[in-house]
């Protein structure tokens, strides 16, 4: 059974930043892409930054230049540091992890394993 652990989430003033976390149960994911999408109340899920086997990053617009993405694949593990936070960043952030190895990093949803979400509530 494949379990992804999120951590990181919380509230943050508008400016402010946080750092997710994504823990994975399986070292074979080192040749999957992982990422971060997110869930406002209302809406959909959302792309918001993936990075594959390689380390190649994908940015949603909303994301660019503000969060980065990396992985530890020696710890199996995925983080997204987010900065310069805006209330509109509030959502469920959800961590996914590529069904397949060696995908880009643009996940698709269809085809991701998922993780059961972290809150990141941002107050202006």
């Known amino acids: 059974q494949v379990q992804l652990e999120e951590s990181g989430g919380g509230l943050a003033q508008a400016g402010g930043s946080l750092r997710l976390s994504c823990a994975t149960s399986?070292?074979?994911?080192?040749?999957?892409?992982m990422g971060w999408f997110r869930q406002a109340p209302g809406k959909e899920r959302e792309f918001v930054a993936g990075?594959?086997?390689?380390?190649?990053?994908s940015y949603a617009d909303s994301a660019k230049d503000r969060f980065v993405i990396s992985r530890d694949n020696a710890k199996n593990t995925v983080f997204m540091q987010m900065t310069s936070l805006k209330p509109e960043d509030t959502a469920a952030y959800y961590c996914?992890?590529?069904?397949?190895?060696?995908?880009?990093?643009?996940?698709?949803?269809?085809?991701?394993?998922w993780g059961q979400g972290t809150q990141v509530t941002v107050s202006s």
């Open positions: 996914a992890v590529d069904l397949e190895p060696l995908g880009p990093s643009k996940l698709e949803p269809s085809r991701a394993y």
């Open positions: 399986r070292r074979t994911f080192s040749a999957h892409a």
């Open positions: 990075i594959s086997w390689a380390g190649i990053t």
